[in-house]
């Protein structure tokens, strides 16, 4: 039997107009494929429990958007999340919005849907802002998107482009340059720049190595568990342009200690303050506690005499 069409359906042009655009169904989740190189990470943390609770207490209150492929699976446009939650939860269909688009229009709408999320790791970042550049370069010219096709250095009046996409996310076009180097990093130094134990500036200096010096600084990082400084990862670049970088070299350039890198002592003063004489200031309560470990210092020295 055929279906009515939506022309069929509605009297008016505005009626058949609104019944095309909206196009949201329960779509069998196990119909839905991921989006390819999907830049954001999907977590199983305090957020993701946040969000299945609130699922199960009120359902999908966003629908998630998909597109339909040419096999006649879709694929996750936006709602990465929602969908993982749902499996969680059990549940055996997503409600989606489907929409028309072409794989570069995806792309765009991927990364602009996710821009608003309170948390993103800065690689995952980089990643979106490359996806996101790499398609407005393909589709040329729009006057909707950009005034001029994106290069591949992102400089001159490619410059404009990246201002644009800047100003949708408030990020400014260095940073999004700076964020886009972060791709260009091997695994584990993007895992410690999101992490927080790699700042942004060096790790972007870092980037312009070849991934053999790369893993050299992975390396010297594990064994000493110290991480450059952009002064420290600025001279190691210089070394690699000029051709004269080597482990060694790198060992050299990351072997001096930084100030935030000094071990801190931290005790509880609470815990000690009972075995200070009271009315002692500060001072002298330094000088009892230091007199008192020297004392201990020279007690163990005596045991381990003895012991021999």
Known sequence: MKLPSVDDLFSTEEQRQEAKLTKIYDIPISEIDDFPDHPYRVLDDEDMQALMDSISERGVITPAMVHKKEDGRYEMISGHRRKRACERLGLETLRCEVVEVSRDEAIILMVDSNSQRSEIAPCDKGRAYKMKLDALKRQGQRTDLTST?????????????????????????????????????????????????????????????????QRDVVDRIDETEAFPSHDQAIRIRKAFDAGEVDYDRVTDIMAEEKPNQKQKFKWSFDRIRQ?????????????????????????????REQAR
């Open 275 to 303: 075995l200070i004489p009271r009315g002692y200031d500060d001072q002298r309560a330094e000088d009892y506690v230091v007199k008192a470990l020297e004392y201990y210092g020279r007690y163990l020295q005596r045991q």
């Open 149 to 213: 096709p994106l290069g591949e250095k992102l400089s001159g009046k490619d410059a404009t482009t990246v201002s644009r996409v800047g100003n949708e996310t408030g990020d400014s076009a260095t940073q999004i340059q700076r964020y886009i180097r972060l791709t260009y990093l091997v695994p584990e130094l993007q895992e410690f720049v999101d992490e927080g134990k790699i700042k942004m500036r060096p790790a972007v200096e870092l980037s312009f190595l070849d991934e053999e010096t």
